[in-house]
């Protein structure tokens, strides 16, 4: 490889290693000058940490940095930040009760006499917000605005400090699509004014639609780079996980049975204004089917399933699950994969283990006389961890906080499954996972629909939902205003329903 100006960044053999997993293995990535340079693999494949490298949050084994033909030492985000390199994480990194403009500039004041210049600030961001097509409420606090807005407030962050590199890791694993189609529209228009992209994901129509190469890695290792316009999903989809994969959800029709979950009448106050965040909600789940509830993020649905699993108080209304009312008492009859990993799914400075056993500890197989039975709960953990392929760096006693987010998700998917319970509650299940991971969990939300689970799905990727559910509930301003069959319907149709342009009143009761 020669010394060529033409690259703004070279990563080249680069290696790093963690306790147990090489997560980069000799891998060279090379960024041109106005480019749009993606990032492509499976959960642990080593995508973040290649990035956290560059950014100075790792220092690899091996290898070397250059910036424009120079190399260079990153030791830390400060040295990334100095040479205009920036990044927008996977989980935001910003303070919730700070306003939109302070986060932006937090660590990058412009002082004079030691007095903040907060008017210089908020006219250069207001400047860049036009420029970019960045619209952002500059004195909202960030805990009260959507994620799509704290998405720009991080991006906005990165233009204030002038970088001319950005890295995007899985920017739109939190989006909205229509939030993503202005993403991807944002990003485009900034290589036009010279800023240069890496952008990690694993979604293959954002990758074809907005970049112009693609790096493929996986279990750490390099496999090649490739011009998208002369490539296609498939040929991505196979270099990246190693094998064929189903991009389409394999299912025969549904034989609904009798009904395990009734929803009549539910009412659920909102925190937020003093309108309810869910009204009046009813419908049926039957055995054997799986229901989805569609809608654009924000009209009721987070609040609806709180409510269902016990995480919120409902003011009004019923829920009773196989003739039980479940009020006091969810958890004996509902699997839940919630939609908040970190905060309702696991336990994040325990181990793997322990996160798999968290309801069931006390069930005699893993108990006795007040002592949990280590050897038990390890080998049931062994067996989840092959059934589902979580992958980590020291197994069972793996940190979950160290494990890459799909594989969070994952062994989350493979606890909830594995407690078979009538009716599995999947919210947002299949939210930052590759191809691979992706068509394994559709087909297990499949089988267990077709073992006579009744499934409630609740998801924003519009694809999921027109190919995994038998039916579609669509949800706006916390009522179901559409019932529709996916197979007699289009999603420009089911758009119409989520952004309220359209409403039948049957609602979920005639099903």
């Known amino acids: 490889m020669e010394n060529s100006p033409q690259y703004v960044i070279e990563m080249l053999h680069i290696t790093k290693e963690f306790p147990g997993i090489k997560a980069n293995d000799d891998i060279t990535l090379q960024l041109?000058?106005?480019?749009?340079?993606?990032?492509?693999?499976e959960n642990g494949a080593g995508k973040s940490t290649l990035m956290s490298v560059l950014f100075g949050l790792y220092q690899p084994e091996e290898g070397e940095i250059r910036k424009n033909g120079q190399t260079v030492k990153i030791n830390d985000p400060n040295d990334a930040t100095a040479l205009g390199i920036g990044m927008v994480h996977q989980h935001f990194q910003l303070v919730d009760v700070f306003t939109v403009l302070?986060?932006?500039?937090?660590?990058?004041?412009?002082?004079?006499?030691?007095?903040?210049?907060?008017?210089?600030?908020?006219k250069k961001v207001q400047e860049l917000s036009e420029r970019y097509g960045l619209a952002v409420d500059l004195d909202a606090k960030v805990e009260d605005i959507t994620v799509g807005m704290q998405q720009r407030v991080e991006i906005l962050k990165m233009l204030y400090r002038d970088n001319e590199i950005l890295i995007f890791d899985e920017p739109t694993a939190v989006l909205t699509p229509q939030e993503i189609d202005e993403l991807l529209l944002i990003m485009k228009n900034l290589t036009?004014?010279?800023?240069?992209?890496?952008?990690?994901?694993?979604?293959?129509?954002?990758?074809?639609?907005?970049?112009?190469?693609?790096?493929?890695?996986?279990?750490?290792?390099?496999?090649?780079?490739?011009?998208?316009?002369d490539t296609n999903k498939q040929e991505l989809s196979n270099m990246m996980v190693g094998r064929p994969v189903q991009l389409q959800v394999n299912k025969d029709e549904a034989h609904p049975g009798d009904v395990v979950l009734s929803v009549k009448g539910f009412t659920v106050p909102s925190h937020l204004h003093k309108k309810d965040a869910v009204h009046n909600v009813s419908f049926d789940v039957r055995a054997g089917e799986i229901v989805c509830i569609a809608g654009i993020d924000g009209n009721?649905?987070?609040?609806?399933?709180?409510?269902?699993?016990?995480?919120?108080?409902?003011?009004?209304?019923?829920?009773?699950?196989?003739?039980?009312?479940?009020?006091?008492?969810?958890?004996?009859?509902?699997?839940?994969?919630?939609?908040?990993r970190h905060k309702h799914g696991?336990?994040?400075?325990?181990?793997?283990?322990?996160?798999?056993?968290?309801?069931?500890?006390?069930?005699?197989?893993?108990?006795?006389?007040?002592?949990?039975?280590?050897?038990?709960?390890?080998?049931?953990?062994?067996?989840?961890?092959?059934?589902?392929?979580?992958?980590?760096?020291?197994?069972?006693?793996?940190v979950v906080r160290s494990m890459s987010g799909?594989?969070?998700?994952?062994?989350?998917?493979?606890?909830?499954?594995?407690?078979?319970?009538?009716?599995?509650?999947?919210?947002?299940?299949?939210?930052?996972?590759?191809?691979?991971?992706?068509?394994?969990?559709?087909?297990?939300?499949?089988?267990e629909r077709d073992r006579g689970k009744a499934v409630l799905l609740v998801s924003l990727e519009l694809d999921e939902v027109m190919s995994l559910s038998d039916r579609i509930l669509v949800m706006y301003e916390g009522e179901i205003v559409g019932q529709l069959?996916?197979?007699?319907?289009?999603?420009?149709?089911?758009?119409?329903?989520?952004?309220?342009?359209?409403?039948?009143n049957k609602g979920g009761d005639e099903a």
């Open 32 to 41: 041109r000058k106005g480019e749009i340079h993606a990032l492509l693999g």
């Open 406 to 447: 799909g594989n969070q998700q994952k062994a989350i998917i493979a606890r909830e499954l594995d407690r078979d319970k009538p009716l599995i509650v999947a919210v947002q299940p299949t939210r930052g996972l590759d191809v691979g991971a992706i068509e394994y969990i559709h087909s297990q939300l499949v089988a």
């Open 192 to 229: 036009r004014e010279g800023k240069s992209i890496l952008f990690i994901s694993h979604k293959l129509n954002e990758i074809m639609s907005v970049a112009d190469r693609v790096t493929v890695l996986r279990k750490g290792k390099y496999i090649g780079t490739v011009n998208t316009k």
């Open 102 to 122: 302070d986060n932006i500039i937090l660590g990058a004041e412009t002082t004079k006499m030691g007095f903040l210049q907060k008017k210089e600030a908020r």
């Open 300 to 340: 009721g649905q987070t609040e609806f399933i709180h409510g269902l699993t016990g995480l919120d108080k409902s003011s009004g209304g019923s829920i009773t699950v196989c003739g039980h009312d479940i009020s006091h008492y969810w958890g004996e009859y509902i699997s839940h994969i919630p939609e908040d």
């Open 485 to 504: 069959d996916p197979k007699k319907t289009s999603v420009s149709e089911l758009g119409l329903y989520m952004s309220g342009a359209k409403r039948d």
């Open 346 to 398: 696991l336990v994040l400075d325990f181990t793997l283990e322990q996160n798999l056993v968290l309801q069931r500890y006390k069930e005699p197989r893993f108990e006795k006389a007040g002592f949990i039975k280590r050897d038990a709960v390890r080998s049931y953990a062994q067996q989840l961890i092959e059934k589902f392929d979580v992958r980590s760096g020291q197994g069972p006693i793996t």
